[in-house]
């Protein structure tokens, strides 16, 4: 192959390599900037200041292991708790509800040490969120939500 044809075949293929990774991504989960919260639902996100992948949700979850951020296959896909410490749990929250605080809990069924989100507020980051009853920090360790239960 000549040496113009083989720079303008490099080029195709870093293009078509470049779209296809922009797809991939796009599949995997989306931004902050790219998503926004359903009116009433409350939105967990996996990193903190609402970014990365995101569970848009309108009703309470008594256990954030049987649910999948947005794009993720319903089996061995990504939830927003896959045990205490993982990175991509739920790390931010978005409370769209104008009407309902919600509370966010330690353990599945909406128990144990908690924390409240007012209505049509956030907790942008859970690495500074305290739990009540000396429980520590919120940060990859939640486990449910529940609307109008202020904790």
Request: with cysteine; aromatic share 10%.
């Amino acid at each position: 192959m000549p040496k113009n044809n083989s720079t303008a075949m490099r080029a195709l293929v870093v293009a078509g390599a470049t779209a296809l990774s922009t797809l991939a991504l796009g599949v995997s989960g989306a931004s902050a900037s790219s998503h926004t919260c359903t009116y009433d639902n409350a939105c967990l996100y996996e990193n903190a200041e609402l970014e990365g992948m995101y569970l848009d949700s309108n009703s309470s979850l008594a256990m954030w292991s049987l649910s999948r951020y947005a794009g993720q296959p319903d089996t061995y896909g990504k939830s927003p708790y896959m045990g205490d410490g993982v990175k991509t749990n739920a790390s931010s929250l978005d409370n769209w509800d104008i009407d309902s605080v919600i509370g966010v809990f330690y353990n599945s069924s909406y128990r144990g040490p908690c924390f409240t989100v007012g209505a049509y507020k956030r907790a942008m980051n859970f690495k500074s969120v305290q739990l009540s009853s000396g429980g520590g920090v919120a940060n990859d360790r939640m486990n449910s939500h529940q609307f109008n239960n202020a904790c």
